[in-house]
């Protein structure tokens, strides 16, 4: 009897990329789910526009650079993306907005440098990057979302506001966030005590964004419990931050925030399990992922306490993106039977 | 319950895997009948090929010599049973690209007869000295069993500089489906032991430990009651944590022992020997009993097999026959693979022999063997986690693929042992494997290119250095003789002159004196 060739081995195991990324977009379901409590259609207008456009987008580079399109389109690499920048940019976000971000997501970040793998930044940070660099007023007028006012938002009025412009009044119901909130009133030198006052503030951070936080942080202990992600990343960029918040929290806490309005407040947990974990542009040695998010967390407080943006999440992943090559080559583990590990 | 009293050490990375051993261990080895044809590879060894000592026609003894051993890295092959030699040809053999080699095709007379083959036993080993047994187990064609097939003398060749500490057994079986060091612990415990002894004496040690993963119950057992019945202090069992790739040699020594093996380099080198337990039974039965290596237990498995099993198999065997006895094909039979299914050779044809390297005939269904098409790295890292060799196999993937072999060697490709760890978990189901065998077989043709092209350049550089001196030697001779006919020209040749003129009137003078003597004496 006569027998096809093959090399060795002839077993692999069951894990799959479309598995891993259906079980990150699983993972994002609880922030996503206490988002839409917050801001209902806007946030579903958010995410249904920003799939949509990844995956078009997806499709038509396929297609340009004559790619197989159907296991590349069903690997879930785009929804992963789009989801993140949806749940990233402010709700009722307008369609050009969305739109615009997605083509500097998946057109220029990952296709453009060769499509799933060989992406050098996280695309959906540079696509949200590209939008607040370009459009900050757009990208910074979060709606209010304490009164629940835009929960009951109706579908008509939500497709009017992203598709049409919206309402002259939309700007009285939006809000500055948590982030937001503290910096500017700091730069008019009120004390924190002082700004917490004014009813927005929750027990760890802003009463809203700190249930959002719990949500992302629900889903990534999922993940790390999965499997899906290592525990090296989501640590060091939380205790990294949190380090940086503390020493000068302790040093005077009426002018920087605590540790945990750090942690609870912007992307803080949805990068640390979900943005910096992306494997493609994060660093893969287990020493090197220790450096990489401990610098992403550093930047991130720099950024938002000395810098000129709120949040800093974004920023402080692109910048560490391109440190990857160089903290890998230097973190090598130590090869059996070799002495000391390269560099 | 297995008690083990020992530390042991954790190796980096490995895999939980689906064992599937209980399909062929729960039955007794079964020794085969005779196939109508045996195929006897010459080389069976790492190491260069024996010279053959039979022709076409010939009838041979079962256990005798049918290709020599005399010289550097040669194990000899004996024949498996008696009959007659029906040709000498080239034939298909168990290799990875599915190459031909010389192989003694023996056609067996059935009546198993030794005539005068087996060779002297020496009854009591310990009144014999460690060089002579190593010839015997050189001499009796005894290579490392576990599927590297390294001659087990040159493995027991150890230099005196460095005391060998600890004898380590690997009885891990760490591969799915393979089952035959298994049964043989179960079922020659004690030869085993015997063969352990053996090589304690000739290494000269005082410790063995016997490694064997935890998933075989019955094995650790009867090895321990051996080692209990024969009284034996200085051999330990030890109870390993069932996870792949512990089997390997160097992983292996890591559990055991803590040490590691130098990248590169020799178990010898940190004070330790390891051998195989089939290894072992066979350097017994060479030493006492004077039977060479001519069969050895194998399983055939799989679900595209009827009745997995282990079997007694004489060397040569066919593949086909094998299976013949493990109740034939399954509907369901799709691959035949020489080994495991993590690091076994893939086989064309059934008609290929089993040879000293084969433990196991592993017949596969689809479902085991689907391949995905490949998507590109994501470098989740998954690979990393998992390598035992704590090498970054999506880095080593990504230099290989780019041909920057440069590269590949500096993130240490060839301390890649090939186990097939980082293949398995890859969720983009990259064959990484055949990455790092290409970047090592390109980097391994491009040294030897580069070693010839040096020999040619030193070649080269020493006929021009030639030429250039051989001119210059003439150029000073030429200068020489110049210099001569110049030192002539000047006050050499008038000096020669006046010695001349001078020589001349001396003779002169002579003429004249005997002139004037011989007028005197007249006068």
Known sequence: MMFNKRTSPYVTGKQDVSVIMRQVLYALVPGTLVLIWYFGWGMISNLLLAIVFAELLEWGMLTLRQRPVRPFLSDYSAVVTAWLLAVAMPAFAPWWLIALAMVFAVVIAKHLYGGLGYNPFNPAMIGYAAMLVSYPVQMTIWPAPLDFSFAHIGLGQAVQQVFAGGSQSWDALTAATPLDAVKVNLGLHKTLNEIYANGQFGLLAGQAWQWVSMGWLLGGLWLLWQRIISWHIPVALLGSLALMAGIFWMINPQVYASPLFHLFSGAAMLGAFFIATDPVSASTTPLGKLYYAGGIGAFTYIIRTWGGYPDAVAFSVIMLNMAVPLIDYYTQPRVYGTKRQQG | ?523
């Open chain 2, 1 to 523: 319950m297995i008690q083990t009293l020992r530390k042991l050490w954790r190796n980096p990375g490995g895999l939980h895997l689906d064992y599937h051993k209980e399909i062929s261990n729960t039955k007794p080895v079964v020794h085969v009948p005779l196939a109508d044809e045996l195929i006897i590879p010459l080389q069976q060894h790492t190491g260069y090929k024996p010279t053959l000592t039979v022709a076409v026609g010939d009838y041979v003894y079962k256990g005798q010599e049918i290709a020599s051993h005399t010289g550097f890295m040669k194990v000899p092959v004996h024949a498996s049973t008696s009959g007659t030699i029906t040709a000498i040809e080239e034939r298909p053999i168990a290799h990875p690209s599915g190459l031909s080699d010389l192989c003694v095709v023996l056609k067996p007379d059935g009546k198993d007869d030794w005539g005068n083959a087996r060779l002297s036993p020496y009854p009591d080993y310990t009144q014999v000295d460690g060089e002579t047994l190593r010839l015997r187990i050189c001499a009796a064609g005894i290579v490392g069993m576990g599927g590297a097939v390294f001659p087990s003398a040159i493995k027991l060749n150890v230099h005196d500089n460095i005391p060998i500490e600890t004898l380590v057994i690997n009885g891990a079986e760490c591969e799915p489906y393979i089952t035959c060091d298994d049964m043989l612990m179960r079922e020659q415990p004690e030869e085993i032991l015997r063969g352990v002894q053996i090589m304690m004496h000739i290494i000269n040690t005082q410790h063995a430990l016997i490694g064997i993963e935890d998933n075989k119950p019955e094995a650790i057992a009867a090895m321990q009651a051996a080692v209990a019945s024969l009284g034996e202090r200085r051999i330990e069992i030890a109870a390993i944590p069932t996870l792949y790739p512990s089997g390997s040699e160097k992983q292996l020594i890591k559990i055991l022992t803590g040490k590691e093996v130098p990248s590169g380099g020799r178990p010898a080198q940190v004070g330790i020997v390891c051998h195989n337990p089939a290894t072992a039974r066979a350097i017994y039965r060479a030493v006492v009993l004077g039977e060479p290596l001519i069969d050895r237990y194998l399983t055939v498995t799989g679900k595209g097999v009827a009745e997995p099993c282990n079997l007694e198999v004489p060397l040569g065997t066919p593949v086909q026959h094998l299976i013949e006895q493990a109740g034939g094909y399954t509907a369901a039979a799709k691959r035949l693979a020489m080994g495991g299914p993590m690091m076994g050779i893939s086989l064309q044809s059934d008609q290929i022999p089993a040879v000293k390297a084969t433990n196991c005939i592993l017949v596969s269904d689809v479902a085991e063997t689907e391949q995905q098409t490949a998507l590109p790295c994501i470098r989740c890292g998954r690979c990393a986690e998992s390598c035992p060799a704590s090498l970054l196999p999506q880095q080593l993937y990504w230099y290989a693929r780019s041909r920057d072999f440069d590269k590949a060697e500096q993130y240490h490709l060839f301390d890649c042992i090939e186990c097939g760890c980082c293949a398995y978990v890859c969720p983009s189901h990259i064959k990484l494997v055949d990455y790092y065998r290409f970047a090592k077989a390109e980097i391994r043709s491009q040294r030897e290119a580069k070693a010839k092209a040096d020999l040619a350049r030193e070649r080269h550089e020493f006929h021009l250095e030639r030429i250039e001196r051989a001119k210059r030697e003439k150029a000073e001779k030429l200068a020489k003789h110049k210099e001569q006919a110049k030192t002539n020209t000047d006050d050499g040749k008038k000096a020669a002159i006046q010695a001349a003129l001078e020589r001349a009137k001396a003779k002169k003078a002579d003429a004249a004196a005997a002139q004037t003597a011989n007028g005197e004496t007249s006068a």
